[in-house]
């Protein structure tokens, strides 16, 4: 008689595995350059002299912990935009060029003479009496 297949005791969803993940890291950006200091401090103590390996070496650890969290950063996204743009269909519709307008208004749109290039416009007066006299319904 086979021994029935076991399943693991705790499932661990992706997002628990990302805070873990998360958690790790914070743990390693702080701890990482606390030990080297500790480090540094031993080496200035040794040699006696002012505490410049400890700022040297801590410096160096936290320099390199930020930018491997950088490059890990960009990696992840330049991976999921790959994923991403693989998973996507090609849109064929796509207007490949740029289409210029002709200079033509809808019918019924006129433009107006603009005042600051020197056109005479229809005083506010008479453009409310002209609705009026048409007879489009608007009252002004």
């Known amino acids: 008689m086979a021994a029935p297949e076991r399943k693991p005791r ?3 969803l992706r997002s ?15 701890a990482t350059p606390m030990i080297f200091a500790g480090f540094g401090w031993l080496l200035d103590r040794w040699l006696g002299t002012t505490p410049v390996f400890l700022i ?3 410096a160096l650890a936290l320099l ?6 950088y490059y890990r950063y960009t ?7 790959t994923e991403l743009s693989a998973e996507r269909p090609s849109n064929a519709r796509v207007i ?3 289409e ?3 200079g033509r208004l809808p019918a019924g749109i006129t433009l107006g003479e603009d005042p600051a290039v020197g056109g005479d416009p229809a005083p ?17």
């Open 10 to 12: 705790f499932s661990r």
């Open 56 to 58: 040297v070496l801590a």
């Open 124 to 140: 506010a007066s008479q453009v409310a009496q002209g609705s009026q006299a048409s007879g489009d319904g608007r009252h002004g």
């Open 16 to 30: 628990d595995v990302a805070a873990d993940d998360g958690l790790v890291r914070a743990i390693e950006l702080v």
């Open 64 to 69: 390199g912990k930020v930018l491997a969290e």
């Open 96 to 98: 490949e060029t740029v």
């Open 100 to 102: 210029e307008p002709d």
């Open 75 to 81: 990696h992840q996204m330049d991976k999921h935009a």
